[in-house]
C-alpha cells in the first residue's frame, strides 16, 4: 500500500499479500515508466518549440544573415564545416570552464539553502528574523551586488563561487523551507507517539515529504548556476563562454557567438531534464503522483 507518499512494502506471509504486493510493485513499475516517457516526450517538444521560435523570429523580424545564424548554421559552424573540429574544441573548451564553474555555485548555493532551511525548521523564531531578509535578498538583481562582490573576493574561484551560490541559494531556500512544512501534522504526531524528537520527525516525515520541493529547488538551481557562473566569467574572471561573447561581439564572429549562445542554452534544457526524469522516477516509486509535486 502506499502512506504519506512512501511505497511500503507488504510481507507475503499469505497468497494474498504476496499477490497484493506483486501488484504495488507492478504499478510502480508503470508509474516509473509513464514518468520516464511523459519527461522525455515533453523535453522533445520543448527542442522543437525553441527550433520553431528561433527561425521564425529570424524570418519575422527580417534580421540580416550575416548577425542572425539559424540553426543550420551553428550546425555547420559546430559540426559539418571545415572547420567544424577546432571549432568544436574552442566551444566546448569554453563551456568545460563554465560548467566547472556552474558546479561550484550550484553545490555552495544548495548545501546552503538546505543547512539554512533545515535551521528555519528547526527555530521558528530564526525563520522568522531571517526569512524576510532572504526574500528582499532575493528580488536584488545580482548585478546589484557584483561590484561589491569582486571587491571582496577579487577576481578568481571565490568570487564564482559566491556569485554561484547566490543565485541558487535564494530560490532553494524558500522551495526546500516550504517543502520542509508539508508534512503531515498526523505523521508528527505518530513520531511524538513513540518518543522521537525534533530530529526523527525531520528525518522520517519532514525530509520525505519535501522532497517535491526539494527536486523543484534542484530543478531550478541546475540552469540558475550556469547563469550566475556566465555572470561572474562576464564581470569578473574573463574565462569561460561569459568571459569569451564580448571578444565575440567586438570582433564580428556571430557564427561563434551563436554557437557558444545555443550551447549553453543546449547543456541548461538537459540538465534540467535530467534532474526531471530522476524526480519523475524517484516520486513514481515512492507513490507520489505528479499533481502532488512543486
Request: a positive charge; charged letters at 10%.
Amino acid at each position: 500500500m502506499v502512506e504519506g507518499g512512501v511505497v511500503v512494502n507488504a510481507i507475503a506471509t499469505t497468497p494474498a499479500s504476496a499477490s497484493l504486493a506483486r501488484g504495488i510493485r507492478r504499478e510502480v513499475r508503470l508509474g516509473t515508466l509513464r514518468a520516464l516517457g511523459s519527461t522525455l516526450m515533453t523535453f522533445a517538444l520543448t527542442i522543437v518549440t525553441v527550433l520553431v521560435v528561433w527561425v521564425g523570429a529570424i524570418k519575422v523580424f527580417g534580421l540580416s544573415p550575416y548577425i542572425a545564424k539559424g540553426p543550420a548554421d551553428v550546425w555547420d559552424y559546430l559540426v559539418s564545416g571545415e572547420k567544424a573540429v577546432a571549432n568544436r574544441e574552442v566551444i566546448f573548451g569554453h563551456l568545460g570552464e563554465t560548467l566547472r564553474d556552474a558546479l561550484v555555485g550550484f553545490t555552495a548555493g544548495l548545501v546552503l539553502a538546505l543547512t539554512v532551511a533545515v535551521v528555519f525548521h528547526l527555530s521558528k523564531g530564526v525563520e522568522q528574523a531571517l526569512m524576510p531578509l532572504a526574500l528582499l535578498l532575493r528580488s536584488v538583481p545580482l548585478v546589484a551586488f557584483a561590484p561589491v562582490i569582486i571587491l571582496i573576493f577579487g577576481r578568481d574561484f571565490w568570487t564564482v563561487a559566491v556569485m554561484g551560490g547566490i543565485v541558487v541559494l535564494f530560490p532553494a531556500l524558500v522551495s526546500i523551507a516550504f517543502g520542509l512544512k508539508a508534512a503531515s501534522p498526523h505523521m508528527n504526531d505518530l513520531v511524538d507517539v513513540y518518543g522521537g524528537g525534533p530530529a526523527a520527525k525531520l528525518r522520517k516525515v519532514a525530509f520525505p515529504a519535501s522532497l517535491p520541493s526539494f527536486f523543484a529547488a534542484v530543478r531550478i538551481s541546475a540552469p540558475g548556476a550556469i547563469t550566475g557562473a556566465l555572470l561572474a566569467e562576464w564581470l569578473a574572471t574573463g574565462g569561460g563562454i561569459g568571459g569569451v561573447v564580448n571578444g565575440y561581439l567586438s570582433s564580428a564572429q556571430f557564427s561563434a557567438l551563436w554557437a557558444s549562445v545555443v550551447v549553453v542554452t543546449a547543456v541548461s534544457l538537459v540538465l534540467y531534464n535530467v534532474v526531471l526524469v530522476v524526480e519523475n522516477v524517484v516520486l513514481a516509486r515512492m507513490g507520489m503522483h505528479p499533481e502532488k509535486r512543486v
